[in-house]
């Protein structure tokens, strides 16, 4: 039997928690709707209604990660390019995943088609506008591309551990984006691009290291502070090797720079996900998914007539 008590304790990684700052939130969409006011002088309602979707959509993520006790739980306004929630576990549960990401895009389609028909039925253009917001920036999230939430949906429905298979899922997303950015003018999208092709750069660094490590049979699949001193060693070892600045940087320090490593490590972990979602929940996802697609869209082309016709001779 291997002795494990010959290898050093780790270090110990100090956990920052981040509880849900309002304040912070507040600040975020006060400047989130200064740039678009700058922008669209003119079209203050297109930006109350920009922010009530988005609001809407991310409380979703943001309800479902707090019943689910996810930590550091908050939510930012990015000016030009929308909102996120942002929340970690230790620890995840494939079903509790799908409903988070669920959460934002599926009610948001739902309320969306509500306000269509309540529209049509009260001839209001403002709800008219409204509904095709919900509609839209819905369903344009439900795309299977990363980072996008129909994104992380197909990610948990392929149910791939390795890092190979998200390498070129992200490269593919980045290059759509950068084209759909050319194609519509828009450099924040093309930029949005370049920056997840510059993260595949580091995805394809994180994947030659745990290829090293599954070929030496040290896990890597493990929160930090379950990680055995065993682990931590060979797992540091293989990031040094593999990793010339990194190398380069040791040599020239006296510090033992502990921190560093520590974190270096603690980098390559993958969370721990508990595959425990049913047939029948992810049978469920997928129709969902499909019917809130196309279902908006069938009812835009069959019903033009209504939808569409008084709101054009109106404006």
């Given at each position: 039997m291997e002795n494990y008590d010959i290898y050093p304790a780790k270090p110990h990684i100090e956990k920052v928690k981040i509880e849900s700052n309002w304040g912070l939130t507040a600040f975020s969409l006060v400047l989130f709707v200064g740039v678009f006011l700058l922008l669209f002088k003119d079209e203050i309602n297109f930006v109350l209604f920009l922010i009530l979707v988005l609001f809407i959509h991310e409380m979703g993520h943001f309800t479902f990660m707090k019943l689910f006790n996810?930590?550091?739980v908050r939510m930012l306004f990015i000016p030009l390019m929308g909102a996120?929630?942002?929340?970690?576990k230790e620890k995840y549960s494939q079903t509790q995943s799908f409903i988070v990401v669920a959460a934002g895009?599926?009610?948001?389609?739902c309320i969306g088609i509500i306000t269509l028909f309540l529209s049509s039925i009260y001839q209001l253009n403002w709800l008219l506008e409204l509904s095709f917001l919900f509609l839209f920036l819905n369903i344009i999230n439900l795309i299977p591309i990363d980072p996008l939430d129909g994104g992380q949906l197909f990610k948990l429905l392929v149910h791939k551990k390795r890092d190979l298979f998200l390498i070129i899922f992200a490269f593919i997303s980045s290059l759509i984006l950068i084209l759909v950015g050319f194609l519509i003018w828009s450099w924040v999208t093309m930029i949005f691009g370049f920056f997840m092709g510059v993260r595949v750069?580091?995805?394809q660094r994180n994947?030659?290291?745990r290829k090293l490590l599954d070929e030496q049979n040290i896990n890597y699949i493990s929160t930090y502070d379950d990680l055995s001193n065993r682990d931590y060693a060979m797992i540091r070892d293989v990031i040094v090797a593999e990793t010339p600045s990194l190398k380069k940087f040791l040599a020239l320090s006296d510090d033992p720079n502990d921190d560093v490593l520590a974190s270096h490590v603690n980098s390559i972990l993958l969370a721990p996900v508990k595959y425990d979602a049913s047939f029948w929940l992810k049978f469920t996802i997928v129709v969902s998914w499909i019917i809130l697609v196309f279902l908006p869209l069938f009812l835009l082309v069959f019903y033009r007539?209504?939808?569409l016709d008084w709101y054009f001779e109106k404006i």
């Open positions: 996810y930590e550091n996120f929630v942002q929340g970690s895009p599926f009610p948001g389609i750069r580091g995805m994947y030659q290291i007539h209504i939808f």
